[in-house]
């Protein structure tokens, strides 16, 4: 196994940008895919992202930034994946080399769209990359707080437990504390559901409901979690992890979260593109709500899912946030 990696990331968002921070702690040199010309030349000016963390100072001597997504996956023996779900197949299609003996880590949160495969199973079917040469990176971790440097937490997950060690070292500084894995699959789904459970949590907030009612919700939210990443992926793992239970308590109750943002506002009477209009940012609950509703509908054995149920109602059938927690408020307990 290599000494030292060449990391590459790919993305510039809020994520992207706190694992920059991170990796600088240790590596030595780190290639950065930004497809906006203009925000690449701001930040060799300025040593700051424009957009995102702005506040983070950035260790110019350790970056190759790059409009090019080819040249920074040949120059990299470590590809991290850090961009919304929706828009990664875009992004990833522009590649135009073989990256099948690269390794990829995954900070995508949610299906892709085109495909409706976790990242893991999308980069094996349509890149063929091994699954010992994947890995997924999970929380609880908000990017704010990496800014600020408080000790935060990751969860690296691989089935290649020794370059899943090596990787996490890279990972690991004085504000960062990170575990290994072996379950890939129920960090990535947990990934996505966290974010629909804070979209749902940001809904009663916005409707008023009070913290014994979120607290009921927050318990029910894990449990209906445990239930639909078992249906998917059966082995033995501990819901109450930090990778799942405490990646969802973070995103739910934060007031860093934007899922939590997004919902709040649909809660207050918001329309699904009003809010997206004022977040500016990208809420992945949304997208994952749907993922998550038509993969559990579509099953032969399908599962008790009200909480998804209900937050897929009122952003795609139109209804009632009120009515719909209320039923909702019947069921949960």
Not at 244 to 258: A, E, H, Q
Not at 303 to 319: E, F, G, M
Request: glycine share 6%; charged share 25%; with cysteine.
């Amino acid at each position: 196994m290599k000494k030292n990696y060449t990391y590459g990331v790919i993305g510039s968002g809020s994520w992207a940008t706190a694992l920059i921070k991170i990796l600088s702690e240790n590596v030595k040199e780190i290639n950065w895919y930004i497809r906006n010309s203009e925000n690449i030349d701001f930040i060799k000016n300025n040593s700051h992202n424009p957009n995102y963390l702005s506040s983070v100072e950035l260790d110019l001597s350790k970056l190759k930034i790059s409009e090019d997504i080819s040249e920074v996956a040949r120059n990299s023996d470590v590809i991290i994946i850090a961009i919304p779900s929706e828009f990664v197949n875009y992004e990833m299609k522009k590649i135009n080399i073989d990256i099948s003996e690269k390794i990829i880590i995954c900070a995508v949160k949610g299906l892709v769209q085109e495909t409706n495969l976790l990242f893991g199973k999308h980069m094996n079917k349509f890149f063929n990359v091994s699954k010992n040469n994947f890995l997924v990176i999970g929380g609880p971790c908000h990017a704010e707080e990496v800014a600020l440097e408080k000790l935060s937490y990751l969860t690296i997950g691989s089935f290649n437990i020794k370059l899943c060690e090596k990787i996490s070292n890279d990972f690991s500084c004085k504000y960062i504390n990170v575990k290994a894995s072996d379950d890939v699959v129920g960090i990535e789904y947990a990934s996505m559901l966290k974010n629909i459970y804070a979209l749902a949590m940001g809904i009663s907030n916005g409707l008023g409901y009070g913290d014994n009612y979120q607290s009921v919700l927050m318990s029910n939210s894990i449990k209906e979690m445990k239930r639909f990443i078992s249906k998917r992926h059966k082995i033995k793992r501990n819901i109450n992890n930090s990778a799942y239970l405490g990646d969802l308590l973070v995103t739910g109750y934060s007031t860093f979260s934007r899922n939590r943002m997004f919902g709040n506002m649909i809660g207050k009477g918001y329309t699904v593109k009003a809010a997206q209009l004022e977040m500016k940012m990208v809420a992945e609950g949304y997208i994952a709500t749907k993922k998550a509703f038509l993969l559990n509908h579509d099953s032969v054995n399908k599962i008790k899912t009200p909480i998804i149920d209900a937050v897929y109602k009122i952003l795609y059938n139109k209804r009632s946030a009120r009515k719909i927690f209320k039923e909702l408020s019947d069921v949960i307990s």
